[in-house]
C-alpha cells in the first residue's frame, strides 16, 4: 500500500468467503480436538470505508478492516463460547481453549445443541461491482457532496455530525453437524445529524439517513435524506406547547415501530415465551392488534439493510408472517429455542461473532393500510399531536411506553400549526394496538432498514409540560 | 493477560514514521461474561478484540486505520494507510489544525486496582453465585414467572504513543453485576431490576450492597410493582435519587457541554460565565474516582494520552468549562481535559464522559421529603437522551407519592423531562449524601462509552409522564 495514495483492491467476495471458512473450520477443528462434542464457527470479515463530517467540516476519514470469529461448543449439552479477531495460530488454540474450558462447568441443558443442516435459497449476490470497488477518493467526494447539500438547505441548519460510509462484508457459518454458508454484502450508508439555530432559538436536533446496495441510487437517496433531515430539524424552531389529554395521537413510522412494534417483536420471541416474560404467551393465532396491521420479516426483500440468506446459524432466512390481520402468526425462533419445543428453528438467530446467537428479526416490513397519505393522517387526527420520533422506555415484557415526542408537532384542522416540546406520551403498546384507528397507504423505507406506514392510534396519554 | 509493556513497540514504529503527528493506541479487550435466566445458561464467553488504532495529522486533517496486531511492521503499515486516508480527504476539509496544544502528556505506567485480583478469580466461582441469586430471586416469591442475572468483567490494557511525548501504558477492570424479575399476575407483568458496575473489584463493585440484597431489591421491586398505580403527569416538584442525580447530569447537562456539541451549537454554547442553575448546583467530571473509589468510569489517563483530572463544568450555579479533547481544547485555547475516550482499537477518540455528578450539599434526606408539600420522589434509573435545546428526558422505575411532607405508597415508574438549565435553577435542596450508582450503564455516541454517574439526593422540579385520565 503507497503512503501517498490508498489504492483498494476491489473486495472479491468469493475469495474473501473461501478464506473466512476455512479460518471457520480451522479453529472448529481446534475446539473439537480439545474436547467439544458439538462446535460451530461463526466468521463475520469486514472492510470499510468512513468519512466523518463534524460541525459542517471533514473530520476524520478511516480505512479499516478486521475479522472476528465466534467459537460456540458444546460438551454434554454444557455451553462455552469464546471470540477472538487475532489470527495467530496461539490465539485460535487459547479461543478453543477458553470455550472447552467454560463448558467444562457450565450447566447441562437439554436443548444446548447445534441444528441440523438445511438447504440455502439461491440467491443473487448482495455484492455490486461498483460498491466491491468504491475508492476512497470518491467516498470522500461524495461524502462531501451529501454534506454540501445538507448545508445548502437552509442557512439555519447546524450539521453535527454526517457520515458515508462503504461496507464490505462477508459472514460465514460452519458447524461439525455439517453447515456450510457463507455470504458476501456490500452498502453504501449515510448519516445526517444536527439541528436548525435561529438566533437564540435552538431546535430540537433530528436525523436521517439511508443504506443502499444499487449506487444509482444514491443522489436520490441523498435528496430523501436532507430533505428529510431538513424538514424535521427547521420544523423544530420556535416549539411552543402542546395540550394535555388522552386521546388519539398520529405517529410517524419511525415512532410507531419504536413505541408499538418493537415490544411486539420482542414478545414474540420464543424465548421470552419460554421464560415467562412475554405478554404474547398462549397468543397464537389471537388478536394482539387491530385487524389492518400486517407484519412480515422479510430477509429476501433486497432493498432492506437485513437481506440475507441465513442467518446466525446458518439456517435459511425467508419471508415470514409474525402479524396476519391483528393476529399473531408466530413466534420467532433460534435452534435453541427451536430445540426447547422440539421443532424446527424459524432463521432467526441474531447477533455477530462476539457472542452466543441471540433471536430476532431482519428486515421488518409492516404493510400500508388504507387511511391515505399523511395529510389524509393529519386529517383524521384533525387536532391533536403528532410524534415523529420517540426519546423514552419501553418496557418489553409489560408493555408500557412513557417518554418525549421528539420532532412533534400540534394539529388543528387537520393542519400542523406549530412545533412542540416538552411534552411526553405514555401508555400501553399492548392495549393500544388494538386502537390503531388508521395506517397510512404508503410505508416508506426507515432508514434503509424497515418499512413502516404512518400509524393514528387512539387512547394515547399526552402531558404537556 | 499481557505483562509485557506495549508501549515500547509502539513508540519503534512511531520513531521510524516520525515525520508529522502520530497517536498509537494499543488496546488489548478481553471480556469475560455468564448470564442465567430460568435456571438456563445463556451466555458462558470470553471475548477478546485486541489492536492498534493509528490516528495521524496529516495536512491539517485527520486519518485513522488500524491493524490487529502488536508487530511494529503491521503498526507501520498502519500509519502509512492512515496518512493516505488524511491526504485523500484534506482537499475537502475547509479549516485545517494547524497543531494540537501542548498537553500534560502521560509517561509511564498507571495501574487501577482489582485488574489482578478479578484477572485470578475463577470465573466457574462467578457462576455458581449468578446460579443461586437467579434462582434466589426467582423463588422468592409465587408472582415471580422469570428471573435472570448476569455477572461481566472487562479488562482493558492499553498503550498510548504520541509523538509529541505521550508514553503510557495502563490497566483496569470494570465488573458489572446485574438482576432482574418478572411478576405476573392476572396477565399482567412488572419487571424489577438492579445493577451494579465499578472500576475496580468486588470490593468495589458491592460496596453499598451486597449480590444477595441486590437479588432480593428486584425481586420485590417486580412483586411490589405489580399492585402499585400510575402516577398522574404534569409539571410538578421531584426528590430524585443519587441514581436519577447522576443521569440528570449526565443526559441533561453533561452532553450539552461537550466542545463538539457546543461547536455545532447546542444550548451551552456562549453561557461560560453565567448563571445555568441555582447556586447550591456544583457539577464536575472526573477521570478520578472522587469521594470513595470504583465509579464505573474512572480512567487515569485518555486515549490521546493526556491525564485525567477534575473538570469543575459548574460551579454554585454559574457555566465553567466545557469537556474538551485535544482539537476542542485548541480552538477554545484553553487546556484539555481529558474527555477523548475510543471504546475499542479501531474506534477514533471522541468528546465522552467519565464520572460525571452533583457535588453534596447540607439537607438530610428526611428534611428534603418534609419540605416538599406536593410531589414525587424518585428512584430506579432507566435509560435516557438529551437534545440539542437542552431537553432531555429519562425513565424511572419507582415513584412514591409526597404529600404534606409524607412520603406516601409505591407507585409505578415514569418519565421525566425537562430543559436543562431551567431544571438546574428550580434546584432547591442538595443532600448530604454521596453514591456513585450508574457504574453499569453504557453511554451511546456512535460508539459506546463505560462511564458512571451519581450525586446526592436532590429536590427540583421536571415534567412528568404520568397517565392522563
Redesign the interface.
Known sequence: MSPETLQTKPYDAPAQEARLTERAEQLMNLALAAGADEAEVFGAHSETISVGFEKGDLKLTTVDEGTSLGLRVFQNNRLGFSSTNQSGASSLETTARDANTLASFSLPDEANVLPEPRALDERPTLVTPEIAAYPVETAVERGHDFLSRALAVDPRLSIDQASFTVTRHTACNVSNKGVRAAESDAQLGLSVFGMAIDGDDVGGFDYWGDSLRDASRLDAAMDHSVRHFADGALGNLNAGAAETYRGPVLFAPQAFCEVFISPLVSASSAIAVQRGRSALADKIGERVAHESLFLHDDPTDRELAGAATFDREGMPAGKFTLVEGGKLSSYLYNAYAAAVEGRTSTGHASGGARAVPGLGPHSLSIAPGDGGDTAAMRARLGRGLVVQRFSGTVDPASGDFSGVAKSARWVENGEVVRSVKETLISGNAFELLGQIAALSTDAPTLMGATRAPWALIDGVSVTAG | MSLHDPTDVLAEACAAKADGFVELRYHKKRTRSIAV???????????????VGV?VLEDG??????T??LEAGDVG?AI??????????AR????KLSGLPTAELARGRFDTPGYDELANRP??ES?QLV?ELEEEARKSSSSI??A?CGYTEIFEEKGIVTTDGAKAWTRLVRPEFRVSA?A?KD?????GAESVGATGAWDCLFRGETPEGLADRAARMAVDLLSAK?PD???MKVLLSPSLVGLLTHEAIGHTVEA??V?????AAGRLGTRVGSDLVTLCDSGISEFYDGAGGTLAVDDEGVLTGRTTIIEDGILKSYLHDRESAGHYEVAPTGNARAFEY?D?PLIRMRNTYIAPGTSSLDEMIAGIDDGLMLDGP??G?A?????F?F?TRQAWPIQGGKKGELM????I???AFDVLRSVDAVGSEFRWDLGSGYCGK?QPAKVDAGGPWLACEV???????
Open positions: 435466566e430460568k435456571g438456563r445458561v445463556d451466555q458462558a464467553k470470553i471475548s477478546e478484540h485486541t489492536g490516528r486533517t485527520w486519518g485513522f486505520a488500524s490487529d496486531t503499515r502509512d494507510s492512515a496518512r493516505a486516508a488524511a491526504r485523500s480527504s475537502k476539509k475547509k479549516e470465573l466457574e457462576l446460579l414467572s422469570s435472570a418478572v405476573q396477565g399482567e407483568l412488572q419487571r400510575y403527569g404534569g409539571r463538539d456539541f461547536q455545532a451549537g447546542s444550548c479501531d477514533e432507566q435509560n437522551q437534545d440539542a435545546n437542552g431537553e428526558m425513565g409505578r415508574g415514569v418519565n423531562s425537562g430543559i456512535g415534567i412528568v409522564g404520568g397517565r392522563t385520565q
